[in-house]
């Protein structure tokens, strides 16, 4: 007998990410019909909430996601198994809250999340949005939140989900975007059924020596290291995370890898720390 496990993927154009209280159930509000529960508290939002986007003659659908936070401890009971509403999604809305005290600093944090369960779903355009410019101290900073978010080269929005400013230059943004973004490919990678007892683990990271590089051959692994901002600590030490459970640290180091070593992974060369 053969147990199988029948996913249920929701229909959606966008989806929208971003740690809890960012404002995510705030914008859809104002954006859509959807009533999700706005709150002063973290994962106010438990399910997938999605809703229809009118703009002119077109609509979307765009669902929030409840918050992701970075490292978080993968055995509660929320898991991540909802980012699998993320198959279908053509576009991702990465919202910031503008007042935290470091709104840029979860980016790489939460995309390492989402890459986690599905590393293609970074390869689906982002738009990072920064909320609640309506905030004096949120207003002053979006200067120098806009040098900073330059180099993810991905496209910027300021917004007040409570106000209602800059959210019509966004939904039309999307609309704009959406028309250029191919439908995800049917049938949906990878195949709804999923055998249970036998799960297949990822080839085991192999390393070759290409003259003094290091060059780690792992699939997985070269994904990963394509995540935006590898020039922070805080996200290399989470890529060396990433590596160290992947197995690619201990295949690196059986190979005889030292500190100050060159290391190719994909296209990507790194200095070993
Ligand atoms: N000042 C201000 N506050 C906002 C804005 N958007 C949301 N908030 C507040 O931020 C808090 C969180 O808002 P939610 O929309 O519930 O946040 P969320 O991202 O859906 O949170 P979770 O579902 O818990 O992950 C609430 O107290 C909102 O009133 C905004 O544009 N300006
Ligand atoms: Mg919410």
Not at 145 to 151: C, D, E, I, T
Not at 186 to 213: F, I, K, N, T
Not at 237 to 264: F, S
């Amino acid at each position: 007998m053969k147990e199988v496990v029948l996913e249920l993927r929701m229909k959606i154009d966008v989806g929208m990410i971003g740690m809890p209280n960012a404002g995510k159930s705030q914008l859809l509000q104002k954006i859509s019909m959807a009533r999700p529960e706005v709150a002063n508290y973290p994962f106010t939002t438990t399910e997938p909430a999605p809703g229809v986007v009118t703009h002119g003659w077109k609509e979307f659908i765009i669902a929030e996601l409840p918050g992701i936070l970075p490292e978080a401890n993968k055995s509660t009971s929320l898991g991540r198994s909802f980012l699998r509403h993320l198959w279908r999604a053509r576009v991702v809305v990465h919202l910031l809250d503008g007042s935290v005290e470091e709104p840029t600093a979860t980016i790489t944090g939460v995309n390492t999340e989402v890459a986690a369960f599905e590393a293609s779903f970074l390869q689906k355009p982002q738009v990072i949005v920064v909320n609640k410019i309506d905030l004096p101290e949120v207003r002053k900073r979006i200067p120098v939140l806009r040098r900073q978010l330059a180099h993810y080269g991905v496209a910027r929005h300021f917004i007040s989900a409570q106000t209602g400013e800059g959210v019509d230059e966004l939904v039309e943004y999307l609309t704009k975007l959406l028309e250029e973004t191919p439908p995800v490919p049917s049938p949906l990678p990878p195949p709804v059924v999923v055998p249970v007892l036998h799960q297949a683990r990822p080839a085991e990271p192999q390393v070759v020596r290409d003259g003094q590089v290091f060059v780690v051959l792992s699939p997985q692994a070269e994904r990963i290291v394509r995540l935006p901002d590898l020039r922070r600590f805080q996200a290399r030490l989470q890529l060396r995370r990433q590596l160290a459970r992947m197995g690619v640290t201990g295949a690196l180091e059986k190979a005889g890898v030292q500190p100050g070593d060159t290391v190719r992974i994909g296209v990507v060369e790194m200095k070993w720390e």
